[in-house]
């Protein structure tokens, strides 16, 4: 019976700590609507897990091209809600800003220059929380970190 247990909570947690974030469009889940999938602080491509369909990849603070972990290919760095480009913690280099689930151009927090709202696991166009403008949907929890990766990914890879 020790064994059993023992097996029971070694499998629970394999299949825990390799578990898929998914990435839908718009507000689907078809799998055939997968855009990419986090695993692991990597977004990949698709539901693929394949090191060669990495996007990009969380470690720490800052998001990196592909698998890549050098300095020269930092795409974001992330502090206290503003995402900025590279390395860089200028406030002249900021290319959003999240707080309170809006995601706001720039530096700015004002209500027009929302570029999205999150809600509930969905990812609406600006100030919206009408379901014809969810952009994309994510099925589990994620850290701004991994937010911005996945908004890279869903942005500028598709």
Not at 2 to 20: C, E, G, M, P
Not at 69 to 96: A, I, R
Not at 105 to 134: E, H, P, Q, W
Request: hydrophobic share 30%; proline share 0%; with cysteine.
């Amino acid at each position: 019976m020790k064994y059993l247990i023992l097996l029971a909570t070694t499998l629970l947690n394999t299949f825990t700590t390799q578990a898929q974030t998914k990435v839908y469009k718009g507000r689907s889940t078809y799998s055939t609507d997968v855009i990419c999938n986090l695993n692991n602080g990597k977004v990949y491509k698709r539901t693929s897990g394949y090191s060669s369909d990495v996007i990009c990849n969380v470690n720490g603070s800052k998001i990196y091209k592909g698998n890549s972990s050098y300095s020269s290919d930092v795409l974001y760095n992330v502090s206290e809600g503003k995402v900025y480009k590279g390395t860089s913690t200028y406030s002249t280099d900021v290319v959003m800003t999240i707080k309170d689930g809006k995601v706001y151009k720039g530096r700015s927090t004002y209500s027009s220059d929302v570029l999205a709202t999150i809600k509930d696991g969905k990812v609406y166009k600006g100030n919206s929380t009408y379901s014809t403008d969810i952009q994309f949907s994510i099925d589990g929890y994620v850290t701004i970190e991994e937010f911005v990766a996945i908004w890279h990914a869903v942005l500028y890879t598709y």
